[in-house]
Nanobody, 114 residues
Framework: VQLQASGGGLVQAGGSLRLTCAAS????????MGWYRQVPGNERNLVAR???????EYADSVKGRFTISRDNPTSTVWLQMDNLKPEDTGVYYC?????????WGPGTLVTVSS
């Protein structure tokens, strides 16, 4: 599966960004699509994920501020990020797990200035 992500950038605290990830060449029905964040020196941590049926899961730090959604026919997932905080800064990676394999997009940088 190939993942292409876009939508990162520089924004002031309190602002909004929308990340987009499109999956292609999967050859299978994609059940879970998600977003992870990584800052230098740290591991990638789950931000949000969504199942094919629309069940969502969020990290506690983003609940009430971020919204994940998807379009199944196009295998596209979005992450709407509102009321951004400086601690949301990091590289965001789109993720599609399949069995024991994690498929990752190239990452998109989000920088939130205070």
């Amino acid at each position: 599966v190939q993942l292409q992500a876009s939508g990162g950038g520089l924004v002031q605290a309190g602002g909004s960004l929308r990340l987009t990830c499109a999956a292609s060449r999967s050859g299978f029905i994609i059940n879970v699509m998600g977003w992870y964040r990584q800052v230098p020196g740290n591991e990638r941590n789950l931000v949000a994920r969504i199942t094919y049926g629309g069940v969502t899961e969020y990290a506690d730090s983003v609940k009430g501020r971020f919204t994940i959604s998807r379009d199944n026919p196009t295998s596209t997932v979005w992450l709407q990020m509102d009321n951004l905080k400086p601690e949301d800064t990091g590289v965001y990676y789109c993720n599609v797990p399949r069995g024991s394999t994690d498929n990752w997009g190239p990452g998109t940088l989000v920088t939130v200035s205070s």
